[in-house]
């Protein structure tokens, strides 16, 4: 089992920057990527950004291309999202997450508790 714990959520301003941590512990040798999904009111989850975990290739949805950057301290087992360029529609609970295989998407074997991003206009 992996336990992933989410830290760095707010309110922020419409262009504004947040900096999500997931610490990541137990069988964390068992991680291939891991991730952030997150999920706006009313929608179903969506794949945001992932990481594979050895190598440090980094994945995004398009619709935060060049706003969000995924990284992780490999030695700390942390992973961050840097939010910069925030928008309403950014609004939604941030999962981390942790997968044991390199798939695609918003799929992933273990996540967080999730942490509430709220951007205002």
């Known amino acids: 089992q992996v336990q992933l714990a989410e830290s760095g959520g707010g309110l922020v301003q419409a262009g504004g920057s947040l900096r999500l941590s997931c610490a990541a512990s137990?069988?964390?040798?068992?991680?291939?990527?891991m991730g952030w999904v997150r999920q706006a009111p009313g929608k179903e989850r969506a794949f945001v950004a992932s990481?594979?975990?050895?190598?440090?290739?980094?994945y995004y949805a398009d619709s935060v291309k060049g706003r969000f950057t995924i990284s992780r301290d490999y030695a700390k087992n942390t992973m961050y999202l840097q939010m910069n360029s925030l928008k309403p529609e950014d609004t939604a609970v941030y999962y981390c997450?942790?997968?044991?295989?390199?798939?695609?998407?918003?799929?992933?074997?273990?996540w967080g508790q999730g942490t509430q991003i709220t951007v205002s206009s």
């Open positions: 137990g069988r964390t040798l068992s991680m291939s990527r």
């Open positions: 990481i594979t975990w050895s190598t440090g290739s980094t």
């Open positions: 997450a942790a997968d044991r295989r390199l798939r695609l998407g918003s799929t992933y074997d273990y």
